[in-house]
């Protein structure tokens, strides 16, 4: 292991992932194997509610609850596309967009994700608008009073028709910038060093390197 990544090691060596979601934690995990933290997947989910208006409120509100439960170091994320022709939506709704009381109800049929795509399909049908930007804000709290957060985005645009079959949520559909493919059609690796979750992740990363010894 690089001699830079020693402190690393020194204040933490695990880090619970405050989260139910089993692609964004194995996502997580690799990243962090990479610097010799081992990721711990929480034995049960802690349900909150995000009733916040942004990532932050929202990779807060689930850190901090993971911290109350578990008591160790806790890194949260909370994400969502960002669709510009669409005002920004879904943004902090993207995991239920199918539901919400805006552009009308999908059925959650075969499951939510597919539901999810299916609206965001209908909703961009003939315009020719179709940016979007996935975003992540991750929050890393090392004990309840100290904590640090970063932000990553990932610009690109949404496809006419899903793509590929790796990933979640909406990655069949979103094509990153400069790229032919989409988000599902990338191996693990090389989503990571592109996604919104792998910078906000790298920066975190950074932040534990650099961090004063005392
Ligand atoms: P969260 O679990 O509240 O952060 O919800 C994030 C939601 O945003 C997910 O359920 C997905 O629908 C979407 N999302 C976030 N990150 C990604 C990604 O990397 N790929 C595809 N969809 C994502």
Known sequence: ???DNKYVEEIVRRILIGTGNKGKFKEIERILKGIGIEAILPEEEVKVEEKGNTFLENAYIKAEAYYERFKMPVLADDSGLVVYSLGGFPGVFSSRFWEIDYG?????VPDK?????RKLLRLLKGKEDRRARFEAVIVLLLDKDRGVFSRGVCEGYIGEC????KGF???PV???SGMERTMAELDPEEKNRISHRGKALQKIV?????????
């Open 206 to 214: 950074d932040f534990l390197k650099n961090m004063p010894k005392d």
């Open 169 to 171: 949520g909406y990655d």
């Open 1 to 3: 292991m690089a001699e």
């Open 162 to 165: 899903p793509k590929g079959d």
């Open 174 to 176: 979103f094509i990153p």
């Open 113 to 117: 994700d597919t539901a999810n795509i």
């Open 104 to 108: 009308g109800y999908e059925e959650p």
